[in-house]
């Protein structure tokens, strides 16, 4: 089977409009220092967690078009060292090209989201390539782990319900990488994935995940925190 998995990451693009809903002022994901910002980030953790991967697989960065002269340039290093990793405007004849290709190209692609700031563990393209059930076209990644990077404390981490860690199957000619807001995953009928393949990072910039109950639970350590980090930092 000549089968590919797809990660993606909406970097800057979101489907919303670019400006700030209690300022209005343009949107912090358009602007040069969240960017830089966020790379350092995605360079530091999500980045080297999908590098290590084993099966075949592509990553794509989604950015907006708006900010095309900025990461065109911040991603070109990683892009000139690794030829897996490439960025897609939406809209662009470029997009539509690729799309065209993994149509015709794959006989089966799996369309895995990560976000920027967050990691999967070194076996997850792997499992999802071989154990991926085979009459679903979605799926999705409930139960991980939660990790804060400056005082480096983990935990059981739950999404309680369908978070952004998913995947959307599709066969040879179907195709358009159509992603969806994964709150609404769940509701398509996607089938819970095997617990543990992700990690929330927790940093600075991310106002949006707090260490609380119910999503984080109970915390790691000794050996048991040790053997956890290793699958995705892989110190």
């Not at 409009?17 to 358009?30: A, I, N, R, S, Y």
């Not at 084993?54 to 000139?80: A, E, P």
């Not at 700031?117 to 409930?142: A, H, K, W």
């Amino acid at each position: 089977m000549n089968d590919l998995v797809v990660c993606w990451t909406p970097f800057n693009f979101f489907l919303f409009p670019f400006k700030d809903w209690k300022t209005q002022e343009v949107h912090p994901v358009l602007k040069e220092g969240w960017i830089n910002d966020r790379y350092m980030i995605w360079r530091k953790f999500t980045y080297p967690s999908i590098a290590v991967q084993n099966g075949k697989f592509v990553y794509y960065l989604m950015c907006n078009i708006q900010t095309k002269h900025i990461t065109d340039n911040i991603f070109s290093q990683v892009m000139k060292e690794d030829s897996r990793v490439k960025l897609l405007y939406f809209g662009t004849k470029n997009y539509n090209d690729t799309m065209k290709l993994l149509r015709e190209n794959y006989d089966t692609t799996y369309a895995v989201r990560i976000d920027s700031d967050d990691m999967y563990s070194r076996d997850t393209f792997e499992y999802i390539l071989n154990e991926f059930p085979v009459s679903e076209q979605y799926g999705y990644f409930q139960r991980g782990y939660g990790y804060c990077y400056y005082n480096g404390k983990m935990w059981k981490y739950d999404c309680c319900g369908s978070g952004p860690f998913y995947v959307q199957k599709y066969v040879k000619g179907m195709y358009r990488f159509d992603p969806v807001e994964h709150t609404y995953i769940k509701s398509f009928g996607a089938v819970v994935l095997e617990d543990g393949h992700f990690v929330v990072n927790v940093h600075e910039m991310n106002h949006s995940t707090i260490v609380r109950p119910p999503r984080f639970s109970e915390e790691l350590h000794g050996m048991n925190k040790l053997k956890t980090i290793k699958r995705f930092l892989h110190k």
